[in-house]
C-alpha cells in the first residue's frame, strides 16, 4: 500500500482454530475485509484475508504471541461441482476459500456435501483450507483441513452458531452425517437418532463453528 491509498479493515468473524485444556494456549482464525481507496481511483475496491492469530493466556489475560497470514494458492482447473459451488448463493465463501476452490485444492466430498447441505440451509464457510493451522491444533497430526478434506461453517441461514438453539444447528450435523462425512463436530453432541453413525464429536473449541470432515482411509 502507497502513502496514497487509503485503507479500512474490519473483522467479517473470529473463529477458534483451537484451544487446550488448560486454556493457556489458542488458534483464532480471524477472516477480515480489506477496503481501499487510491487517490485517483473513483470507487473502493476490497480484498478479504484470513490470519491464523496465535495467544497466550495466563492470569485471565491473554496476549497474542504471533499472527500468519494465510496464502491463496493459484488457480487450476475445476470440475463442474467445483463451478457450481463457486456460483452457488447460498454458500458464503470468503476469498480464502473461494481461492482454495479455485485452485482444486478441495475434495470433491467437501464439495458436494455443501452443495448438497445448501438445498436445505444457506451456510456461511470460515475456512476449508488457506488460513487453518496445518495440524489439529495441540497435536503432532496433520488436520483434514490441510488435506483439503474438510470445511468451518460459522453461521447457518444468516445465525451464528455460536449461543444458538440446539434447533439451528444439529440438523446439519445430522444431515452431514448422513451424507458420508466422518467428522462431525459442534457445540454439544447431537440427541440419539436411529441410524446415524457413530461420527460426531464436541469439544470447547467448536463452540462457535461446525467441522464436517472426510478421513482419506475411513469409509463407512
Keep these: 500500500m502507497t502513502d496514497d491509498t487509503a485503507s479500512v479493515t474490519s473483522v467479517v468473524y473470529p473463529q477458534y482454530g483451537g484451544l487446550n485444556a488448560t486454556l493457556t494456549s489458542a488458534s483464532v482464525m480471524l477472516v477480515g475485509r480489506q477496503t481501499l481507496l487510491g487517490r485517483d481511483e473513483d470507487r473502493p475496491r476490497s480484498r478479504e484475508f484470513i490470519v491464523d492469530v496465535r495467544l497466550s493466556g495466563r492470569d485471565n489475560a491473554w496476549r497474542v504471541t504471533g499472527a500468519t497470514i494465510g496464502r491463496t494458492p ?15 448463493t447460498r454458500v458464503s465463501l470468503p476469498e480464502p476459500a473461494r481461492a482454495d476452490l479455485q485452485a482444486a485444492d478441495i475434495s470433491d ?59 439451528l444447528w444439529e440438523p446439519v450435523l445430522k444431515e452431514a452425517a448422513r451424507l458420508g462425512s466422518t467428522e462431525v463436530g459442534g457445540p454439544r453432541l447431537p440427541e440419539r437418532s436411529t441410524g446415524l453413525p457413530a461420527v460426531f464429536f464436541t469439544n470447547p473449541t467448536h463452540q462457535d463453528h461446525l467441522h464436517l470432515g472426510f478421513e482419506p482411509d475411513k469409509k463407512r
Design 74 to 88: 493459484p488457480a487450476g482447473e475445476t470440475d463442474a461441482e467445483t463451478r457450481r459451488l463457486l456460483a452457488n
Design 109 to 167: 466430498e467437501v464439495v458436494a456435501l455443501l452443495n448438497a447441505l445448501s438445498q436445505s440451509w444457506r451456510l456461511d464457510v470460515q475456512v476449508l483450507r488457506t488460513g487453518h493451522p496445518r495440524n489439529v491444533f495441540g497435536t503432532d497430526r496433520m488436520s483434514n483441513h490441510t488435506r483439503g478434506r474438510a470445511v468451518d461453517i460459522w453461521a447457518i441461514n444468516g445465525t451464528p452458531v455460536i449461543g444458538a438453539p440446539r434447533s
